[in-house]
């Protein structure tokens, strides 16, 4: 089984960019409530960004795995204050930059789906817990089911949260 978890809530700071945001201290506990959720004896594999691999280092006492490719849908240094609807945009027409400096959302799916299934490839048979992102992992889930991307899933997805694919 794959399990995928989204970070937990981070502090956000205009000016910096969203992949350097660190976890917000205040939501350790929503992290650590996650644990009961995850498997033990699984292989552990996080999302280079700061904030995921803090909820990766609160979720579990053994080694996690930092794969590059495994980041968020790259997105420019601005702030963008109509975010949702900029990342709908995003999934509406996943092959052009929704935002001026953002990754095509097709290029973060094809990035993300080919470092995972190299990670799947080498855990055969076992389970696997992702952390990092909502956007990487809805266009993920998407690819890996063979279904459209689940944009209410994307929505209701809590900092943290996990959900599974069945693989």
Known sequence: MLFLVRHGRPVQV???????WELDPAGFDDV???RDRLPAGAAWYSSPEPKAQQTAQLLT????GVVEALREHRRGPGWVDDFEATVERAF???TVAAYDGW????DCRARVTKAVTGILSAHSGEDVVLVGHGTAWTVLASELTGTPPDLARWRDLGFPDVFTVDV
């Open 14 to 20: 205009r000016g910096v960019t969203a992949d350097q």
């Open 32 to 34: 650590w409530a996650l």
């Open 61 to 64: 006492d053994g080694d996690v």
């Open 92 to 94: 509406a027409e996943p």
């Open 103 to 106: 990754e095509p959302l097709d």
